[in-house]
């Protein structure tokens, strides 16, 4: 029988409606068979000997006498750093100038590896960049918000094969990610407590949704997922943001996000997906009622109009059923 | 140079950045050249001779002694009109019985038309039918909003050839759709004014934007259009709610509607898009604060990790461009 969930933080709802799901294994996701890329291309800006086609580093980790990771500028970033961000009211309309900072993490200088298949010592020097960049971008003080994300593969919006995920700060927070937060507000002035901290805990003692559990973090399909097999990792700590963690807590998100994407990877056949880390905006690092995770999207489905009209999306793949499959999977994790 | 935009009315913002886009008539807009479909398909369940395949209509047009608009229940329904929409909070978990009202709009016997291809008389009769099933569903006390959406082609998330347009009617009204609904309420009450109404009055000024104007109706390429070619048709009389629009208004509307459809197809390839119609939920047809319209995706770009994580849209194609390139196109109409 269908039902409608609420997401407890942003009051989201959801339609679960598995009964007209495939079986998880027989899900189109994309591109399949994808073709194994080579371990490089002469074409790719990204790949070692190539390091002049993108713009100085403002980051560079080294293992082995090599470039590890690289931080660049994105060359062709939607925003720029040298616009100004001052806003100007005509009427109705009301622009600002495309200030903003873009950037790329080069995640290995290899081009034929991707975030989940990387040593796990490898992945956390990538989440190691991001934590850097985000304190050092968050700092500026005309950035207000930082977002760090990974597409992979064109359903997730790339086209771009070598392993990289991307960094763009605004001085803009934007409604959609204010309005979840006020909801977390009013419930922490209501109850005293963090609604993301309530939910975890509340994920935990279900254990029927969860996917990898570490002393640090847990990972799991959320009660109202909104597309199929969404997962999202968040540490058991309570913090705002992700810029705060512990160097303990990056090696260990390292291992569960590996972990978990491997889960993906061999159970959903290789799908596009997006991941998103969401973190306090700056200056709000500290405050009680927000709490930093990681959310992946698998690229499976379309939302059509009714999820683009009404923002109620409906989930084809129960949030149980999805965890149980995952769970399954083998991983050399 | 890139700029930031902000939607008068939901404080949503978009990044227009159109040194990267592609020559409109360049774009990329999917599965091109989409083949002919046959006039009839002995395998379609909405041609005519297949009628005891769907459930028995809800409501049926007739024009020269045939059906010419059929609406039936929606077979595949992600909700049911027999369960019940009681709500069960445990814990952090809240649900509800997936009741609600799913529909489907057969818009022709002709499997080989399209909204925008049919005679004019007849994409009355189909908004005619949009409207009475709107009046009636919403009546039902159960039913808080009533969505009513048009899916075509694979990337608009139907595959389902025969011209058809759906309606879904829940007992809830999710965040997506009252957050911006609090925008306007806050506006009328320190201004006095339907924010929607100043909206189309500044684009009607500008003019820059407008693609047709008619005595009851304006469609435009929005100032901050999240996506390439995105277009809204408003009324310009002010009221809430699309089932009080006059028989002259939706004869305008069937004119104004299929002159904007066709210079997508004309122009963008017969791209696959959504439209959908946004309208005051029940019991709220006559507050002061809303305003009715129709908003028309072409599904051109795709969103990835940076648009799903800040809700920011980074839209290639500058507003003023994609006007002037659709008022271009010569249509029929």
Same mark, same amino acid.
């Given at each position: 029988?269908?039902?409608?969930?609420?997401?407890?933080?942003?009051?989201?709802?959801?339609?679960?409606?598995?009964?007209?799901?495939?079986? #998880?294994? /027989?899900?189109?996701?994309?591109?399949?068979?994808? !073709?194994?890329?080579?371990? @490089?291309?002469?074409?790719?800006?990204?790949?070692?000997?190539?390091?002049?086609?993108?713009?100085? #580093?403002?980051?560079?980790?080294?293992?082995?006498?090599?470039?590890?990771?690289?931080?660049?500028?994105?060359?062709?970033?939607?925003?720029?750093?040298?616009?100004?961000?001052?806003?100007?009211?005509?009427?109705? @309309?009301?622009?600002?100038?495309?200030?903003?900072?873009?950037?790329?993490?080069?995640?290995? #200088?290899?081009?034929?590896?991707?975030?989940?298949? +990387?040593? +796990?010592?490898?992945?956390?020097?990538?989440?190691?960049?991001?934590?850097?960049?985000?304190?050092? &971008?968050?700092?500026?003080?005309?950035?207000?918000?930082?977002?760090?994300?990974?597409?992979?593969?064109?359903?997730?919006?790339?086209?771009? $094969?070598?392993?990289?995920?991307? &960094? &763009?700060?605004?001085?803009?927070?934007?409604?959609?990610?204010?309005?979840?937060?006020?909801?977390? /507000?009013?419930? @922490?002035?209501?109850?005293?407590?963090?609604?993301?901290?309530?939910?975890?805990?509340?994920? +935990?003692?279900?254990?029927?949704?969860?996917?990898? $559990?570490?002393?640090?973090?847990?990972?799991?399909?959320?009660?109202?997922?909104?597309?199929?097999?969404?997962?999202?990792?968040?540490?058991?700590?309570?913090?705002?943001?992700?810029?705060?963690?512990?160097?303990?807590?990056?090696?260990?998100?390292?291992?569960?996000?590996?972990?978990?994407?491997?889960?993906?990877?061999?159970?959903?056949?290789?799908?596009?997906?997006?991941?998103?880390?969401?973190?306090?905006?700056?200056?709000?690092?500290?405050?009680?009622? +927000?709490?930093?995770?990681?959310?992946?999207? !698998?690229? &499976?489905?379309?939302?059509?109009?009714?999820?683009?009209?009404?923002?109620?999306?409906?989930?084809?793949?129960?949030?149980?059923?999805?965890?149980?499959?995952?769970?399954?999977?083998?991983?050399?994790?």
């Amino acid at each position: 029988m269908p039902e409608f969930r609420q997401n407890f933080v942003t009051k989201e709802w959801v339609i679960i409606a598995s009964e007209r799901a495939k079986r #998880p294994d /027989q899900m189109s996701t994309g591109l399949e068979p994808r !073709p194994q890329p080579p371990a @490089f291309r002469e074409d790719c800006p990204f790949c070692p000997g190539h390091e002049d086609r993108t713009p100085p #580093p403002v980051m560079v980790s080294e293992q082995g006498g090599q470039w590890a990771v690289r931080v660049v500028p994105n060359k062709f970033a939607a925003l720029r750093s040298d616009e100004r961000p001052c806003r100007e009211q005509n009427g109705p @309309f009301l622009r600002a100038g495309g200030f903003g900072i873009a950037e790329v993490v080069i995640e290995s #200088p290899h081009h034929d590896v991707t975030l989940e298949t +990387l040593p +796990l010592g490898r992945v956390e020097l990538v989440l190691r960049a991001f934590r850097s960049r985000h304190l050092a &971008i968050a700092s500026d003080p005309r950035i207000n918000l930082v977002s760090i994300f990974r597409n992979y593969g064109p359903l997730a919006g790339t086209s771009l $094969e070598h392993p990289h995920s991307q &960094i &763009i700060a605004t001085p803009i927070v934007p409604p959609h990610v204010r309005d979840p937060w006020r909801h977390a /507000q009013l419930h @922490f002035d209501t109850t005293g407590r963090c609604a993301y901290c309530e939910m975890v805990e509340g994920e +935990l003692a279900a254990r029927v949704r969860v996917l990898v $559990e570490t002393p640090h973090f847990v990972s799991f399909v959320p009660y109202a997922a909104k597309t199929p097999f969404e997962t999202r990792i968040y540490p058991k700590r309570h913090h705002a943001s992700f810029s705060w963690a512990s160097d303990a807590e990056v090696a260990d998100l390292a291992k569960v996000l590996r972990d978990t994407l491997q889960r993906m990877r061999l159970g959903l056949r290789n799908p596009d997906y997006n991941f998103i880390i969401r973190s306090a905006g700056s200056g709000d690092e500290d405050v009680r009622h +927000l709490h930093w995770y990681l959310v992946i999207i !698998p690229k &499976i489905t379309t939302p059509a109009g009714f999820e683009i009209g009404s923002g109620i999306y409906i989930n084809t793949v129960a949030p149980e059923g999805a965890a149980e499959y995952l769970r399954g999977v083998q991983t050399d994790a």
